[in-house]
């Protein structure tokens, strides 16, 4: 009934979901075998219900610090790897590969919103950005949609981690926005 040890890393967030999954798993068989081996009145002689209790708190506790101590690596890697991604975006403002990369990625963004409004959009900027770290990076972004008025709208896109290999994808939109609106998350 011991929990899982070792270093673990959380690139992989389906199998460190998982890894929590069982860790949880632990809990209840704590609590089954608590229930299970306290003594009933016909075996009161027979078992030590003291110890047993002793036995099952100190599993707990230390299923408890396991999870904690896993949850709290990932965090820090997770920390690490944003970290780096925000140095290298510093570092690389000229490079030319990384601006038509980020072009590429703008126009599959801005695709995605063509396809979800039924809209066509003939102006395409960015005017304003917040960022939210999730097991990814959520990016909330004021786009300038009309070069006659004021007209935005607010996205919500999505950055999975590096090792995932995805493209930033659009999860969100509110329509109907002005250059006035404040960008909050949504």
């Known amino acids: 009934m011991a929990a899982p040890s070792g270093v673990r890393t ?3 967030f389906a199998e460190f979901q998982e890894l929590l999954r069982v ?5 209840d068989r704590i609590v089954h075998e608590l229930n299970t081996t306290l003594p009933t009145a016909s075996f009161a002689g027979k078992v030590d219900a003291s110890q047993t209790c002793k036995e099952l708190y100190q599993s707990l506790r230390e299923a408890h610090a396991s999870r904690e101590k896993i949850i709290k690596n990932c965090i820090a890697q997770t920390s690490n790897v944003v970290k780096t991604l925000r140095e290298e975006r510093e570092k690389a403002q000229d490079d030319v590969a990384l601006l038509k990369q980020l072009r590429q990625e703008q126009t599959k963004v801005k695709l995605q919103l063509e396809g979800k409004t039924n809209e ?6 960015a005017i304003q950005y917040k960022t939210q770290v999730v097991a990814g990076i959520n990016y909330f972004i004021k786009v300038s949609v009309s070069t006659s008025t004021d007209e935005c709208v607010h ?11 995805k493209g930033p994808s659009l999860t969100s939109y ?5 250059k006035a609106d404040p960008l909050n998350y949504f």
């Open 10 to 12: 959380c690139e992989d």
């Open 23 to 27: 860790m949880r798993t632990i809990d």
């Open 120 to 125: 066509k959009y003939l102006v395409f900027v």
């Open 155 to 165: 996205l919500r896109v999505f950055q999975s981690l590096p090792h995932e290999n």
């Open 174 to 178: 509110e329509t109907g926005k002005t």
